[in-house]
């Protein structure tokens, strides 16, 4: 699963803004298709950016999501 997080917040498909925290749950949406289908296995690439701070954020949306603590 590659994210480009240093492009947040952004528009996704002009329904609305695609923030840090919206990282998490489409981890956390990833998580569960990949343990019903891939023994729990996912890759993740962390891409490089422009917006570091944006960047820092959602990887550690992402990384929270991965272990579990997003609730």
């Known amino acids: 699963m590659g994210n480009s997080f240093a492009s947040v917040p952004r528009k996704v498909s002009g329904s609305g803004i695609f923030t840090d925290a919206d990282y998490g ?7 569960a298709i990949a343990d019903r289908h891939a023994k729990g296995r996912i ?17 550690v949306q992402h990384i929270r999501a991965l272990a579990g603590l997003n609730a």
Request: proline residues 0%; glycine residues 12%.
């Open 25 to 31: 749950w489409v981890t956390q949406q990833v998580k």
């Open 43 to 59: 890759v993740s690439a962390l891409e490089g950016g422009y917006a570091l701070s944006a960047l820092g954020r959602s990887a």
